[in-house]
């Protein structure tokens, strides 16, 4: 089995010879896995790890960020809120393949689960933002709300009772440090707790079926552990897509890998949104990161897995939202 710390926190640029090197390091996963004897190594260890229950938040923050996580008027116009693309009583994300902005214009990804995000090493599928307090700046200057940190903290400042709210947690008036931070903490306690497969690795052996169990050795043995290990079953590198067939829309080349927990509920899949079922995206996975054709038997068992890395926020299972239409007005 390869080491986590060999695979984590690594960002892979385009090279000569980058596709051969990619097939090796897949191939190389695949035997060192499949010879493995037992279902796990000898020390115990697999590459994947249980997500820890968020800790040293002040729920004071955490409330607060929700608030204005779900408040219209960090939209320009005031009609749209972060929970309007990211649905947290669902997949945190949408049912969309690409969510539409504050003016109707189609968004360029797919809109990624708000879900675990604390735990990728960057977020946005270009991986190109590091902070979630960076990303709820970004996400107010976005299309879909339209505005920026400075508009709605006038519009925040203005509400004396978020003023006194912000006060009393912060110890000072609102600013856009502590707007932008209030976001961010809300979101690092959105952990989904609990899956079956957590509570396999904690050592409760009946939490998974031999099935399920099957399907997770053959995404070892097929190289699929390569990208998606860790805390979050991905999220922690960036690689490029179809790198034996296409995969999706070509831009951006590069993406940061997605985390495959709650994967069962967060359909459609990639950054464009092309895949609309889970097996299909195991399947186009095969054809284009792999170039291996899988068989149903195959899809079907690595599926099978999948479904076991579904966790729990605030007690409520991770479910899948229901398609409705993108970046939905708040009712006023």
């Not at 110890?171 to 609990?194: F, H, M």
């Amino acid at each position: 089995m390869i080491p986590r710390c060999a695979l984590t926190m690594v960002s892979w640029p385009p090279y000569p010879g980058r596709k051969a090197s990619l097939l090796a390091l897949a191939v190389l996963a695949g035997a060192l896995t499949a010879a493995a004897p037992t279902v796990r190594s000898a020390s115990g260890a697999e590459p994947i790890t249980p997500i820890p229950a968020p800790a040293g938040l002040d729920p004071r923050r955490v409330a607060l960020g929700e608030q204005l996580f779900r408040d219209p008027r960090l939209s320009h116009d005031n009609t749209l809120s972060c929970g309007s693309c990211h649905d947290t009583s669902t997949n945190g994300a949408s049912a969309n393949a690409q969510d539409r902005g504050a003016h109707g214009s189609l968004l360029p990804f797919n809109t990624p689960t708000v879900f675990n995000a604390a735990l990728n090493f960057r977020l946005n599928w270009e991986g190109n933002v590091r902070s979630l307090e960076r990303e709820a700046e970004e996400g107010l200057r976005s299309p879909v709300m339209a505005s920026s940190a400075e508009e709605a903290l006038v519009k925040i400042s203005a509400d004396e009772v978020m003023t006194q709210r912000f006060r009393v947690t912060y110890g000072r008036a609102p600013d856009v440090p502590a707007l932008l931070n209030a976001i961010a903490t809300y979101e690092r306690s959105l952990l989904t707790l609990d899956s079956r497969f957590d509570r396999w690795l904690a050592g409760e052996t009946s939490a998974i079926s031999p099935e399920e169990l099957s399907g997770y050795q053959l995404f070892k043995s097929l190289g699929c552990i390569s990208c998606h290990q860790g805390v979050n079953v991905g999220g922690n590198l960036l690689q490029r897509h179809g790198i034996f067939r296409t995969l999706g829309a070509p831009e951006p080349e590069l993406v940061r890998v997605p985390s495959l927990r709650n994967v069962a509920a967060t359909a459609p899949y990639f950054h464009d949104g092309s895949a609309a079922t889970l097996n299909e995206a195991v399947r186009q996975m095969g054809l284009a990161q792999l170039d291996r054709v899988l068989t149903d038997s195959q899809i079907g068992s690595i599926v099978a897995f999948l479904r076991t890395l579904t966790g729990a926020y605030q007690g409520r299972s991770v479910v899948p939202a229901s398609a409705r239409p993108s970046a939905d007005p708040v009712p006023r």
